[in-house]
């Protein structure tokens, strides 16, 4: 497990943003394909947002799609997850995720990630 990786997270109001952040130690993220999956109260771990080792291909769950916007920043290490426009249904919590395999549907899977992060809550009120 990647230890203390994800930070941003906290509460505010629909229509709000936040910038979650993915900073793993003792692993270079520049070797894996990077995910955001989030989980609400009840309900399965889903996709958010994946990106390939390199930055040049990314996936969006269409519940976020055109609102949040996952980039890289290899030389610092980290990952993140610009998100706006939040809705109350966006309440979960975040976690990021490495894979060594990227496809582009492949990497909407949990199973596409070997290492993830312990999460950190979103929390929208209408």
């Known amino acids: 497990q990647v230890q203390r990786v994800e930070s941003g997270g906290g509460l505010v109001q629909a229509g709000g943003s936040l910038r979650l952040s993915c900073a793993p130690s003792?692993?270079?993220?520049?070797?894996?394909?990077m995910g955001w999956f989030r989980q609400g109260p009840g309900k399965e771990r889903e996709f958010v947002a994946t990106?390939?080792?390199?930055?040049?291909?990314?996936s969006y769950a269409d519940s976020v799609k055109g609102r949040f916007t996952i980039s890289r920043d290899n030389a610092k290490n980290t990952v993140y997850l610009q998100m706006n426009s939040l809705k109350p249904e966006d309440t979960a919590v975040y976690y990021c995720?490495?894979?060594?395999?990227?496809?582009?549907?492949?990497?909407?899977?949990?199973?596409?990630?070997?290492?993830w992060g312990q999460g950190t809550q979103v929390t929208v009120s209408p």
């Open positions: 995720a490495a894979g060594q395999v990227y496809g582009s549907s492949w990497s909407e899977m949990t199973q596409a990630y070997d290492y």
């Open positions: 003792g692993r270079a993220i520049s070797r894996y394909a």
């Open positions: 990106m390939s080792w390199s930055g040049g291909s990314t």
